[in-house]
């Protein structure tokens, strides 16, 4: 079995600085990684970074995160990056990992994603070129992830993102905004290859639990709808759903 401890949108800064920690301080006893689904800070400054480092870096298990949308909204994704990195933490984009834990290969794919609906209720690549380039990043962040998740050789496939491969996690935000809190070309990336588990955040008044067409258990870990440090979740088991007592 493989122990995934998961959480979103923590936008971290300078006050939140020792709020997780406690809890991220018991996870060896928990969890075998942890895996954070972006947001990581409140405008995704390099300092705002540094404060992530400070509270989810140097811990006893390994941690591997998208970025969010507030985390490019200085437009300094590749510095935020590089702290993160430098702080010894997995950051994927269209990108993937792979962690041995306990005997087993557990994969990781990891993108942010982006808006644009779901099916009925979906911006669609024709018309205007702002439109098409809208949904054309999309599809291109979508197809991305795909290859990803296709490319790992594992015992165990996750999929981490920020915005929703589906819509029932999104359940309690208001319909009109769904096109801007996931796609359901994020939904159809995770079931190109053989996912086990998919988690998200972004949608912090969403619902926590969803599947794809094809299955897959998706889980909103957005701080705001756990409301805990984090939840864990389990691989290789007969359930996805940890019955630990919560973090």
């Known amino acids: 079995m493989i122990r995934i401890a998961a959480v979103g949108d923590v936008h971290v800064d300078k006050d939140v600085v020792g709020r997780y920690r406690p809890a991220l301080e018991q996870l060896p006893d928990r969890a075998d990684a942890l895996l954070i689904a972006g947001d990581l800070t409140r405008h995704g400054t390099p300092d705002e970074a540094k404060?992530?480092?400070?509270?989810?870096?140097?811990?006893?298990?390994?941690?591997?995160?998208?970025?969010?949308?507030?985390?490019?909204?200085?437009?300094?994704?590749?510095?935020?990056?590089?702290?993160?990195?430098?702080?010894?933490?997995?950051?994927?984009?269209?990108?993937?990992?792979?962690?041995?834990?306990n005997g087993h290969r557990l994969g990781i794919a990891g993108a942010k994603g982006f808006?644009?609906?779901?099916?009925?209720?979906?911006?669609?690549?024709?018309?205007?070129?702002?439109?098409?380039?809208?949904?054309?990043?999309?599809?291109?962040?979508?197809?991305?992830?795909?290859?990803?998740?296709?490319s790992v050789?594992?015992?165990?496939?996750?999929?981490?993102?920020?915005?929703?491969?589906?819509?029932?996690?999104?359940?309690?935000?208001?319909?009109?905004?769904?096109?801007?809190?996931?796609?359901?070309?994020?939904?159809n990336a995770i079931d190109s290859a053989p996912t086990a588990l998919a988690l998200h955040g972004h949608a912090h008044h969403g619902s926590e639990r969803g599947r794809t067409p094809g299955g897959v258990p998706v889980r909103n870990v957005a701080h705001p709808v756990i409301k805990q440090a984090y939840n864990v979740y389990q691989l290789l088991s007969e359930t996805v759903d940890s019955q630990l007592v919560p973090a």
Not at 77 to 97: F, H, K, M, N, P
Not at 154 to 170: K, N, R, S
């Open 153 to 187: 050789r594992c015992d165990a496939l996750v999929a981490l993102t920020h915005y929703a491969p589906v819509p029932e996690t999104l359940a309690g935000e208001p319909l009109e905004i769904y096109p801007f809190l996931g796609c359901y070309q994020l939904g």
């Open 51 to 101: 404060c992530f480092a400070t509270e989810f870096g140097g811990l006893a298990v390994p941690v591997v995160v998208v970025l969010g949308n507030h985390d490019h909204q200085s437009d300094q994704q590749q510095q935020v990056t590089e702290v993160l990195t430098d702080a010894g933490i997995t950051v994927l984009e269209c990108s993937s990992t792979v962690l041995e834990i």
């Open 115 to 150: 808006g644009g609906g779901f099916a009925g209720a979906c911006a669609s690549n024709f018309g205007e070129r702002e439109m098409k380039d809208f949904v054309g990043t999309t599809e291109d962040i979508a197809d991305r992830l795909g290859e990803s998740l296709r």
